[in-house]
């Protein structure tokens, strides 16, 4: 039974930082992309951030490129996104996902699993 698992999440104010953790099981961690995504209330799931199974290639959507830092442990089945400069924007419900091409990016449906999300608020 695969599992991801967010924790991290929280509240904190305008210009701090906050480091989303997605721990993994279930699956040979490895071998899969991960992606970061974020929902507000109201508005549709977005990809934010993709590492490939290596590490060695991410991507970042426009909004966040410059401000979040994607990042893994294989050794660790452990995906990471470091957060800075946090806006009250950013506020939303933040998910990690993996895709068993292990390709980073791409769409809401190329992943195969999902975790169950974290809350992240910003206050200005």
């Known amino acids: 039974q695969v599992q991801l698992v967010e924790s991290g999440g929280g509240l904190v104010q305008a210009g701090g930082s906050l480091r989303l953790s997605c721990a993994a099981s279930g699956l040979t961690f490895r071998n899969y992309g991960m992606g970061w995504f974020r929902q507000a209330p109201g508005k549709e799931r977005e990809l934010l951030s993709g590492?490939?199974?290596?590490?060695?290639?991410?991507y970042y959507a426009d909004s966040v490129k410059g401000r979040f830092t994607i990042s893994r442990d294989n050794a660790k089945n452990t995906a990471y996104l470091q957060m800075n400069s946090l806006k009250p924007e950013d506020s939303a419900v933040y998910y990690c996902?993996?895709?068993?091409?292990?390709?980073?990016?791409?769409?809401?449906?190329?992943?195969?699993?999902w975790g169950q999300g974290t809350q992240v608020t910003v206050s200005s």
């Open positions: 996902a993996a895709r068993h091409d292990g390709r980073p990016g791409g769409w809401l449906d190329e992943y195969d699993y």
């Open positions: 590492i490939d199974w290596s590490g060695r290639n991410t």
